[in-house]
């Protein structure tokens, strides 16, 4: 008797393809489905006054009983973000490592859903059963603490998923990425590898994070007798660690700057990821008691982010902290793309008030370059590659590495979101498209702002808005009051009444015209008036603000 | 009998200074002022809707009796673009080289300026006399051809000023930069050296251009089966010849496409700054005629603009243009700081297309780092520094290059926007601040859209508007109708019908009582309106849109 037929595994990304951030993906087998991450997206420049984006997860709720729970590799918005808001759609227990769960734990308890969802820590080198999954954690290197690549295994195959990583081999904290597992993984027969595309245009090694202290140390020697001032990513903590390393040894307090820095590292020193000798972190209240030469702040606000400590600073409006000419202060970061012209604009404030400003080999990436990515795959050895984390030229980036070494073509999968690729170790294609999409999350309105509102938005900012009121008298369509004007966000109306009185009066010619025929229902006065006023501000001044006529009736 | 005391130069830079672009600098000497460059800037990011930038001339039109002239550097929008807005408030001769003046007299015929501005071409190693000043033009090399530094000689010293340069020994076409006249005017003594600051933070030296061109052969000789699409800077002519040069080389027709680049190649070549071997150009239109990889396309869209040729192809609206699966792609330029986000949605769409895009080792800059600062420092042995075009942080740059040259301190001057540096060979000091500032056009608008307009735009952008209007009985203050609710930008209306009624309630029981009471003048009724809708909406959402009352009266 022949042998049943094993099922297929499928891979459906929800978000993260094409995009940097909202990383989200089901994998299912059967009646199992478990996700892994669940992030969220900042909002592109277009999408004017959102404060985030989050995945649609339809797909999800359409098949809520068949969902066993979400695997979380590491703790970046990128990738838990968006728990909060999904949770309370598709309520799921979360599996992770220690510090991943802190974090995420912090976001939970702020939206107060920490009673209500079951939680479980991982450590790496385990696995966790969900449905017909079984789930490994590995341990990786990247920019925060605790990060997991995961082996998934199904009846229809393994998949090794990187999660973001780099190969530190001398890392701050901890153990070095777990190269023995994926080696050992891969010897087995792995069916496919999805690894993290964010570096892969680039050649070469991503340099190891302890070579940042290193540069530290180097500064700290040299500028023993000035006050110095460290901006980074509040969740690099082992970044953190290494300033607190070259604040002891050069004898120097520490004093840490903004909330997500403050909590980051509050969670990481409880449980047990950053070591603080004693007596050198003091409040920010108590510099006054220290010269400043002895001192060091970490801060937040490495991204030029307007509210963020640093920031505030730069613009002179910190409470507690002034920037003093014999400041040094240090970027260790790089400007994520965007970025770029609200980082400078700090350091030209900055360097204005007098302070000297360090931005030079004093921040490494935490994603792997193209060297580290040939490495994974000769060590995991997949049937077939799928890049994920990453825009399309860095999928395609990754694509090509993977060709390099012997992967066929058809072997390698650059998928978009709400793809389904089916897959066993006979074949693999898309097989199918689910709906997917980002939510926007605006205030406290989650998807009640969405292309018509934006496209408002849009147009608003782009040359304002002129009202049009006019009361008529219901049964005669008489004129009673109006048309009378008024604008926002077009010119200035002082030093252009002529302009907007010209403007009511090419209206108020089209709207007695109108009026006076026979066909005067509302929508045609509307047009009219609309018609009206576009024509003439276009002809004056080359602009398109938005018009907006509205008519009361009053019964007399 | 002593000597008469000589009067003081008085430098007074109009803008350029702690900014990118709107360069325009007035020499000033007893009745004499010289205006160097007239630039524009493009708009910040705040800017919302403006187009461009140009500088507030106030104090040329003070002293209008006292100004000879424009004196213009390099045919760049930076150094140009200002020209056709100002010259309409204060007409005077324009001295520039030859295509410089070809680029300018583009933009005063479409100004409908040509005849009324007097303009005279200049040659490097002339001088002309301007009032109390000459003024020579030295030879140097830029991303554009026939860029100048000046000599600004005056009875109290001599000033070199840069203009936008580096040193190329190897350029495209032409004479290399003449240092020879630098060190000839250096030797002789010089009071002040203003300095282009552009790249002043980065070490060692630019590259020539011609590296570009070696660059292009290999991408040629590689890519023999394929269309080539190469994207810079329209102006970049030398750039566009070594394009030629490739293409003539390995036997491709050229098209050029978008109107920018069109016009520059076609005023390039009637100038003599172009050579373009007969039968090598092609109209779009005789692309038909050709197989793909017989073609090179020049391109307007290396910065990912959204209305240029190359963004319009990647997103396939490109009227006669269809990007293949085997185009080249080759982005000729880096990304200006804030176009990163664009430019690389540009390459996710190119590749998306299954072109193979190249962006790495394609460019050069236009502007000298650090080793090239020194060579000039040296040869011009300066009394004064004054570094100009940058940021502070580049200006910062360039003055600790100054100083590390051994240029005393108090010697290095960075100066602001409308401060008047006052020097001669004994002192050198900033004794006052002449009005300064940035006009922003918006359409035919010139400053008629200033601070409180763009406030609203921002308010307008970030959460959309709210408009409560109603009418009452002119005497009695009785409500006749309304309060009726419009919004735009703020939530999809149908899905928040409930939202809206509620807050039309609010603001209608609100107004109930206010209307009731015995003080109801229309602002009071308009606060109270303005009050109730923010207060509700508020607390609903988080959100603050716009909120406008607007009242109507009738005689009833």
Same mark, same amino acid.
């Given at each position: ?62 098949? /809520? ?165 460290? /901006? ?33 590292? &509050? ?93 030079? +080999? ?13 490495? %994974? ?39 978009? &979101? ?62 009673? /009051? ?19 009185? +010209? ?27 609309? +018609? ?18 509205? %008519? ?5």
């Amino acid at each position: 008797m022949k042998k049943e037929k094993k099922g297929k595994l499928r891979i459906i990304p929800l978000g993260g393809l094409e995009q940097i951030g909202m990383n989200i993906t089901a994998f299912e087998y059967e009646d199992s489905i478990v996700v892994v991450d669940c992030g969220l997206a900042f909002p592109e420049d277009d999408m004017l006054g959102i404060d985030l984006v989050i995945p649609d997860v339809t797909y999800l709720k359409d098949n /809520a009983s068949k969902v066993k729970g979400f695997v979380i590799t590491h703790g970046h918005e990128d990738h838990i973000g968006a728990l909060p808001y999904v949770l309370k759609e598709i309520n799921l227990p979360i599996y992770t490592t220690k510090l991943t769960m802190g974090i995420i734990e912090n976001k939970l308890k702020e939206h107060n859903l920490l009673r209500s969802t079951k939680r479980k820590v991982v450590q790496h080198g385990q696995s966790i059963n969900l449905g017909k999954f079984r789930i490994e954690f590995i341990k990786t290197n990247h920019s925060i603490q605790d990060a997991s690549a995961l082996a998934i295994y199904s009846p229809a195959g393994v998949v090794v998923h990187t999660g973001d990583f780099k190969v530190d081999y001398t890392p701050v904290f901890g153990d070095a990425i777990d190269l023995q597992r994926f080696a050992e993984i891969g010897k087995k027969g792995v069916l496919a590898l999805m690894s993290d595309s964010t570096n892969a245009e680039r050649k070469g090694f991503t340099q190891s994070e302890r070579t940042v202290g290193i540069t530290f140390d180097h500064i700290f020697a040299e500028h023993q007798n000035t006050r110095l001032i460290i /901006a980074t990513f509040a969740s690099n903590v082992d970044r953190v660690q290494q300033i607190i390393n070259s604040a002891y040894k050069y004898k120097r307090k520490v004093v840490v700057e903004g909330r997500s820095m403050v909590n980051i590292i &509050s969670t990481a020193s409880e449980l047990g990821y950053l070591n603080v000798p004693e007596n050198t972190l003091i409040e920010i209240d108590e510099m006054k008691n220290y010269p400043p030469e002895k001192m060091v702040l970490i801060t937040t606000g490495s991204q030029g982010e307007s509210m963020a400590a640093l920031s505030r600073m730069a613009a002179d409006v910190h409470r507690k902290v002034t920037i003093q000419p014999n400041d040094t202060i240090i970027f260790s970061s790089n400007p994520i793309p965007g970025n770029e012209k609200s980082v400078s604009r700090v350091i030209n404030e900055l360097s204005a008030k007098g302070a000297e400003v360090i931005f030079q +080999d004093t921040h490494v990436s935490g994603h792997a370059c193209q060297e580290e990515l040939k490495l %994974i795959y000769s060590l995991v050895k997949p049937k077939y590659a799928i890049p994920v984390h990453g825009e399309y030229r860095h999928l395609k980036a990754n694509a090509e590495v993977a060709k390099s070494l012997g992967i066929p073509k058809q072997n390698v999968f650059i998928i978009q &979101s709400g793809d389904v690729l089916e897959l066993d170790d006979e074949s693999a294609r898309v097989v199918d498209k689910v709906h997917t999409g980002a939510v926007l999350v605006d205030g406290l309105g989650v998807g009640d702002v969405g292309n018509i509102v934006l496209r408002d938005r849009q147009h608003l900012a782009e040359d304002g808005i002129i009202i049009v009121v006019l009361t008529l008298e219901r049964r005669t369509n008489r004129l009673l /009051a109006g048309p009378d004007i008024v604008s926002r966000g077009f010119v200035y109306v002082r030093e252009s009444e002529q302009l907007m009185e +010209d403007a009511r009066k090419a209206v108020s010619d089209a709207l007695d015209k109108c009026l006076s025929g026979r066909h005067t229902d509302w929508n045609k006065i509307k047009l009219t008036i609309r +018609d009206a006023m576009n024509d003439y501000i276009w002809k004056k001044t080359k602009r398109r603000p938005m018009v907006i006529p509205i %008519i009361m009736d009053v019964d007399v």
